[in-house]
């Protein structure tokens, strides 16, 4: 793939997906998120870094020690809220297994946006040691969790942070009219 270098000024991760959209369409920019997503070597994949980092993107290839490459993957599954094709599914749900947490949270984001069962992942993510990850995950459960996954969300309603109580109590309501809960 040649594509144009996108310019190095500050635009919004959203405004250089839609460049890249704009260059190989739609389904062709989801899956090159998906790749980004799925690489652990973000140098496979220099073009599409350059259009979902930024400047970053660029220190990432450049070696800069201040950007980890997990990044790229961050990069890659944020894309994916912006442009979708069913065929990133396996790369999103893979996604939420990273070790990385910072991957996982975003793979979860994606799941509660296009609907992906992230059920057993995000029940496993809603015991993380970060307040934001579990509060993700509980998200995540209110909009694509199941009836088996209920009881992860109620055991969230004691969680000792505020955020992770608030999503609980959201998501619970969500599952409610959903599922049709009592």
Do not use: F, N
């Not at 984001?109 to 992230?118: E, I, M, N, Q, S």
């Amino acid at each position: 793939m040649s594509l144009p270098t996108p310019d190095e000024g500050r635009e919004s991760p959203r405004d250089l997906l839609a460049r890249l959209e704009s260059h190989v369409g739609t389904a062709r920019a989801a899956l090159l998120c998906a790749e980004l997503l799925a690489s652990h070597d973000p140098a496979e994949h220099p073009e599409t870094l350059l259009y979902l980092g930024g400047a970053a993107g660029r220190a990432i290839l450049d070696g800069s020690p201040s950007w980890r490459p997990y990044w790229a993957r961050v990069w890659g599954a944020r894309g994916l809220l912006y442009v979708w094709d069913d065929a990133a599914t396996g790369a999103v749900l893979d996604g939420l297994r990273d070790e990385a947490w910072r991957v996982a949270e975003m793979c979860l984001k994606v799941c509660a946006l296009r609907d992906l069962p992230a059920g057993d992942d995000a029940v496993r993510l809603a015991g993380h040691e970060l307040p934001r990850v579990r509060a993700t995950a509980v998200r995540a459960l209110g909009a694509t969790g199941d009836v088996e996954h209920v009881d992860a969300v109620r055991d969230a309603l004691d969680d000792e942070a505020q955020e992770v109580r608030g999503a609980a109590h959201r998501a619970l309501e969500r599952m409610r009219a959903r599922l049709d809960l009592p």
